[in-house]
């Protein structure tokens, strides 16, 4: 289960509005307003359930996260799907390569859990040895054969990479990859 804070980021400083959650077994997204959250406060779709107190119906929130992502029978659908690193269509990883972003409303989504924090250390350490090497961002990208936005998402914590994608990035830096589990005392 992957968990999402759903955050109007039309107003400055706002709280988030609710949370989104994926079970990926079944495919489906819920969401659940945050106590205190009004009609006003959460995406248009959600208002009228909201202002009743009642629950979101899943097939409104896989709407909105429709609204989000390229289907999966968009005919240059294998493209966006390399574009993102990816070689199955996964509807979670392409809603936050875009951060959750819609032109439809100003709502983005930061993810909250154990994903979260290891894409923040895989990002942080990219960044890292990037650094080491003396490469910017798109000579990185260049010699990855990714685009500089990935790199960049990747580097923020905002994208879950494939580790085919690690791997291209491992190879663009000239170093090896090597993951590691140790112990953390915030597990």
Same mark, same amino acid.
Request: charge should be neutral; hydrophobic fraction near 35%; aromatic fraction near 6%.
């Given at each position: 289960?992957?968990?999402?804070?759903?955050?109007?980021?039309?107003?400055?400083?706002?709280?988030? @509005? /609710?949370?989104?959650?994926?079970?990926?077994?079944?495919?489906?997204?819920?969401? &659940?307003?945050?106590?205190? #959250?009004? #009609? @006003?406060?959460?995406?248009?779709?959600?208002?009228?359930?909201?202002?009743?107190?009642?629950?979101?119906?899943?097939?409104?929130?896989?709407?909105?996260?429709?609204?989000?992502?390229?289907?999966?029978?968009?005919?240059?659908? %294998?493209?966006?799907? =390399?574009?993102? /690193?990816?070689?199955?269509?996964?509807? @979670?990883?392409?809603?936050?390569?875009? /951060?959750?972003?819609?032109?439809?409303? %100003?709502?983005?989504?930061?993810?909250?859990?154990?994903? &979260?924090?290891? &894409?923040?250390?895989? %990002?942080?350490?990219?960044?890292?040895?990037?650094?080491?090497? !003396?490469?910017?961002?798109?000579?990185?990208?260049?010699?990855?054969?990714?685009?500089?936005?990935?790199?960049?998402?990747?580097? =923020?914590?905002?994208?879950?990479?494939?580790?085919?994608?690690? /791997? =291209?990035? &491992?190879? !663009?830096?000239?170093? =090896?990859?090597?993951?590691?589990?140790?112990?953390?005392?915030? #597990?």
């Amino acid at each position: 289960m992957r968990r999402f804070e759903v955050i109007q980021g039309e107003r400055v400083g706002s709280s988030p @509005c /609710g949370e989104l959650t994926y079970d990926a077994g079944s495919g489906q997204f819920e969401f &659940a307003a945050a106590d205190g #959250a009004g #009609a @006003c406060d959460v995406p248009a779709m959600f208002a009228p359930f909201v202002a009743q107190g009642t629950h979101v119906p899943g097939h409104w929130v896989n709407a909105w996260v429709q609204e989000r992502i390229a289907p999966p029978s968009r005919q240059n659908i %294998g493209q966006i799907l =390399r574009e993102h /690193g990816l070689d199955a269509y996964d509807p @979670c990883a392409l809603l936050m390569a875009h /951060g959750g972003r819609s032109t439809q409303d %100003g709502f983005y989504l930061r993810e909250i859990g154990p994903e &979260a924090r290891y &894409a923040d250390g895989v %990002g942080k350490a990219l960044a890292q040895a990037r650094a080491r090497v !003396g490469l910017s961002q798109s000579e990185l990208a260049r010699r990855s054969g990714l685009k500089q936005a990935e790199v960049s998402k990747i580097e =923020r914590g905002q994208a879950n990479p494939t580790l085919k994608t690690l /791997g =291209r990035l &491992a190879d !663009g830096l000239n170093t =090896r990859l090597e993951i590691t589990f140790a112990s953390d005392s915030k #597990a």
